[in-house]
């Protein structure tokens, strides 16, 4: 063994620990009776009288062994030494003492009758004080040798007690001090470790002399665990806040409180059951194309389509690593399933890129995700947006009618709708290239999913107040009166999948997504959820507030579905709605590609706004965002 496992009795092997222990014990048994002659009769050499029978000594230790065996106290963990452990000892002298007494009695030995009562003492004595001075020997080798991290305990109650006494068994850490705010805990002693003052810890940190402090106050609120947490984020060490025994044991944990919340648990309506028979008939045997296959709906509709046993899907994507995690996730299941997965880079907005892979894996339906999304980041380059978004969406409808493929889907959004900014504008005008395409008298059958708000998606408000709200808050809203319709991704992902399946070409589908959500209802509701209070002047001790930070420009109070609501008809699905919206004329299409192409070539972002204004109902140029929504979705 190397140094460490000599020093360290945890990793010694158990057959050693607990035959040193015994050993240990055995010869304690004549030595303390030795000197329990010696203190009775007054002399250093009690072996000098005749009287004293080495048969005493002999019939007593193997006696004494026999039942030091049986009554196992070569198995107590040292370093678990307590009470019960003095306890168990003590009933050992006892009958030390009981065994001296007969052995004296029934081999009528010679021992004066305050023999036996001595040596029971003694031997308890010195079985406890070994065992200490034992425990203190490696305590002080392992603090010398050792990596323990030494750590202050911020609570010197019940709880932080406990944390102690459960340090001094662990591996990894040591406790070095207590603090307190209680002033009349500080100085004392407890367990051999002082308690000392919060204001100590920072000079603790900076000295080394601890690296890590753990707040064991299970009494408090957690708001108050909150706040103490902020102050004490300024020390040059880790805060870790630690639960009760109690909670531990009850299976719970403050910590459990940040769960993550299911984006099922905030819809305030009923989850539409998409389940339906016609989705797997419409892509099985299939090959399928998802274009920005690593997004938040794309990843989706890929984890989707292997449910539907489609031959082959082709997973197209701009992003090395969003490309690499969506590839990476799905090849087992797809192996599985016996489905071929083609893992493609390339940009929608590339024409021989998107036709090679069209033709080479002999494509028939295309689920169009690619987009950017962030309206912040899209109204600040907007250049950049029109172009993905606007002249993307033209490159692979043109590419999937010219290869005559079966189906085409445009993911878009209810921001499309007499849009505020540019994010919105450019999905608008992806649709009217969709059904410009479609009016051409095209094969492929177009169509075109508009849905709000998906919760959980990557930008979304779901994992924005769930950042805020771990912070301690403030949870932002930009105004008490927005309002958002939302859905889940994978009711996102099959609206997507049903509108290829209920396709006749040019159509836009919407769900029926139950009335729109407050903003402000739904922070709330996530502060609840995470098992906080909101703190406002009706609850001035509540746990998290809600900041209202003022509408941005161009930001809707309230959003909406579809430009005329007087073209819904109904679709086989009660709450599948489909919409023919009317379109621009060929002639204008042309038109706008055109001035399109012109303003990106010469990069003039104002040519760009002011094509949106001409071709985009409810579009003002004068509107310029320069930051998140007030759901901070896309």
Request: proline share 5%; charged share 20%; glycine share 8%.
């Amino acid at each position: 063994m190397n140094r460490s496992k000599w020093t360290d009795p945890a990793v010694w092997p158990r057959w050693l620990k607990k035959a040193l222990v015994l050993g240990a014990d055995a010869l304690l048994i004549p030595v303390s009776l030795y000197m329990a002659f010696a203190l009775r009769i007054g002399t250093l050499t009690p072996h000098q009288y005749a009287q004293l029978s080495p048969a005493y000594f002999a019939i007593t230790f193997v006696v004494g062994v026999a039942v030091l065996w049986a009554m196992r106290l070569h198995r107590l963990k040292l370093h678990a030494f307590d009470m019960h452990a003095v306890a168990r000892i003590g009933a050992y002298a006892a009958t030390l003492t009981f065994l001296a007494i007969s052995v004296s009695y029934f081999f009528d030995l010679w021992a004066p009758r305050s023999v036996p009562l001595i040596f029971g003492a003694v031997f308890f004595l010195n079985a406890v004080a070994i065992r200490m001075v034992v425990l203190a020997v490696i305590t002080q080798i392992n603090r010398a040798v050792g990596s323990r991290v030494p750590v202050a305990i911020y609570g010197a109650g019940a709880a932080g007690t406990q944390l102690a006494n459960a340090l001094r068994q662990s591996q990894e850490l040591r406790p070095v001090i207590f603090v307190d705010d209680n002033s009349a805990l500080h100085g004392i002693i407890i367990g051999g470790v002082r308690v000392g003052r919060p204001d100590e810890l920072d000079q603790l940190a900076r000295s080394g002399q601890i690296e890590r402090v753990l707040i064991a106050i299970p009494s408090m609120t957690i708001g108050q665990r909150e706040r103490l947490t902020k102050t004490l984020e300024t020390l040059p060490c880790e805060v870790q806040s630690i639960p009760s025994y109690v909670d531990l044991v009850s299976g719970k944990s403050w910590v459990d409180d940040l769960r993550p919340v299911s984006p099922d648990e905030l819809l305030e309506r009923e989850k539409v059951d998409l389940d339906i028979p016609e989705v797997a008939k419409a892509y099985a045997g299939r090959s399928v194309m998802v274009t920005g296959a690593g997004g938040s709906i794309g990843s989706e509709l890929c984890r989707q389509l292997i449910d539907c046993r489609p031959s082959r899907i082709v997973l197209f994507e701009r992003s090395e690593f969003a490309l690499y995690e969506i590839e990476r996730t799905l090849r087992p299941s797809a192996e599985q399933a016996g489905i071929a997965l083609v893992a493609t880079l390339g940009s929608v907005i590339d024409r021989p890129s998107v036709d090679a892979v069209i033709e080479t894996e002999k494509v028939d339906i295309i689920l169009h995700a690619a987009a950017y999304k962030h309206v912040p980041l899209v109204e600040s380059n907007e250049l950049e947006g029109v172009r993905n978004n606007v002249l993307g969406t033209r490159t692979v409808a043109e590419a999937a009618r010219d290869a005559r493929i079966e189906r085409f889907i445009l993911v878009s959004t209810d921001k499309a709708v007499r849009p505020t900014n540019i994010m919105g504008a450019t999905k608008r005008l992806a649709e009217l290239i969709v059904q410009d395409v479609q009016g051409r008298g095209a094969v492929t059958r177009f169509s075109m999913v508009r849905f709000g708000n998906v919760l959980g998606s990557s930008g979304s408000v779901v994992p924005l107040f769930q950042q805020q709200i771990r912070r301690g808050g403030p949870v932002t809203v930009t105004h008490a009166d927005v309002t958002r319709y939302f859905m889940t991704i994978p009711e996102a992902a099959r609206l997507v999948l049903l509108a290829g399946a209920y396709s006749e070409g040019g159509d836009l589908f919407v769900l029926d997504m139950g009335s729109p959500v407050k903003i402000v209802d739904l922070a709330r509701r996530m502060i609840g959820l995470a098992n906080r209070t909101v703190r406002d002047e009706a609850n001035p001790d509540g746990d998290i507030e809600i900041v209202f930070t003022g509408l941005r420009p161009g930001e809707k109070l309230f959003e909406e579905l579809l430009i005329d609501d007087d073209s819904l008809v109904h679709t086989p699905h009660e709450k599948i709605l489909r919409a023919n919206e009317i379109g621009l004329s060929e002639i204008e299409v042309a038109g706008m590609v055109r001035q399109i192409d012109t303003a990106l070539m010469s990069r003039d972002r104002e040519a760009v706004r002011q094509i949106i204004v001409r071709f985009v109902d409810g579009y003002s140029a004068a509107r310029k965002m320069g930051a998140p929504t007030a759901d901070g979705t896309a």
